[in-house]
């Protein structure tokens, strides 16, 4: 099929690639022309693994292509996938100017009936909006556009993966066409028949659900497990607090808890709290969604709560350990909110390490990834060519994220350059019987 993506971030970039993979003819639209430069030019905006190769394969075979110009593109496609951002406003709710305004834009490109698909993450009746735009715009007369929403569940530094190998795939529509015409875009995933670009040979054998609803209740699957899956973060991050005041290990409670097949034992890792581009803001505009049809989302605004105070937790454990904090240089492996991204978006570590510096502390990084977007928002940290010049005088180090790389340090090396050989482990991740039979001083989370 011949498809138009509009937006190249996360989103509207694996997707588009994705879809161009599994046999479609894809153009990605965006109106940032510097990233439609760069992307011609063969070059990446960001880090997802696998995603370079696919782009490049995919250019290269003809069926991905990059542009500005949304009306051509649009108007040579059958389907448009609306992949724009929709980033918080001040009071917490999605700003949906971007979905309305390439909306508009789709409204004068109907040469022939189409189906303009919302996968951006959208208030529940945003496809109602939609709808009527498309109508009114496009002259008022019978629509020739049908609208679906198909919700992403994307995770970043996986997302390639979960492209390929989804639980589900969730498509709310109103009539039979847009879900013939979805069931035909998902086919090859639907029925196994892709080359798998993680996995070579690819064992999965398991095939994804298709879940058709209606509209209105497929944008809400998209808000209700996001905050679910915050909601499960910040459950285990308050188990945590009372684990500390005990003398428990939240480790411990996790894997029990965890067993249970009515829990699960995902999303059940305490630490220094969720962060990225999609909990924290999709919780804060569930809970305004919640507020404006009459409903007090109180359960969701503690979710919220006990994620923030997550950072002043680990503040608190530093005073605590290091006395004062002022003119203190504390070392930070891992900025990225989390693990195989460079995307520090409401990065826990980014959050503390505004804090710290509040507090008057020099700040020192190491981050596989995403140390030029961390310097490029606080130009004082000094970044490390490695985990041990980061550390080097520190007299505190804090695992923020969990990197795998960094459980194969030298921490007897790791010993020799810092000041101090104190550990904040913000994740509870590092070897805590090899550091601590090392000398270190170990503090971690809940434990
Ligand atoms: C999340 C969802 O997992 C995806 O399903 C969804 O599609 C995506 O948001 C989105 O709405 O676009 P993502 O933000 O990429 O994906 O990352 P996650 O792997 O969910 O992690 C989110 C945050 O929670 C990270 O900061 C991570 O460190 C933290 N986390 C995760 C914990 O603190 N504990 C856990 O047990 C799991």
Known sequence: MNICV??????????????ADVGHRVICIDNDEGKIRTLNAGQMPIYEPY??????????????????DLARGAKDSEVVFICVGTPPLENGE?????????????????????LVVE?????VQTGEHISRTLKI??????????VASNPEFLREGSAVLDFFHPERIVIGVDNPRAEDVLREIYRPILEGRFRCPVHSPCSSATRPLFLVTDLKSAELIKHASNSYLAMKISFINAIAEVCERVGADVEKVAEGM?????????????GLGFGGFCFPKDLQAFVRIAEKCGYDFALLREVEKINKARIETAVEKLKKNLWVLRDKTIAFLGLAFKPQTDDIRFAPAMELI?????????????????????????PEIFCGRDAYEAAEGAE?????TEWPEFLDLDWTRMRGVMARPFILDGRNFLPQPLVTSLGFEYVGMGR
């Open 137 to 146: 715009y496009s002259g008022g007369k019978k629509s020739r556009f049908d």
């Open 6 to 19: 509009i937006g190249t971030g996360y989103v509207g970039l694996v997707t588009g690639s994705c879809l």
């Open 119 to 123: 996968k951006s993450t959208v208030p």
């Open 396 to 400: 505190a180090l804090v695992l923020a």
């Open 51 to 68: 995603l370079e190769d696919l782009v490049r394969e995919n250019r290269t075979d003809g069926n991905l292509s990059f542009s500005t």
């Open 258 to 270: 965890g067993l249970d097949p009515r829990i699960g034992k995902e999303f059940l890792k305490a």
């Open 354 to 378: 505004r804090r710290l510096r509040l507090e008057g502390c020099h700040i020192r990084a190491f981050d596989p990834r995403a140390m030029k977007k961390a310097s490029a928002e606080i």
């Open 94 to 114: 999605a700003d949906l100017s971007f979905v309305e305004k390439v909306t508009r834009e789709v409204s004068t490109t109907a040469d022939f009936p189409k």
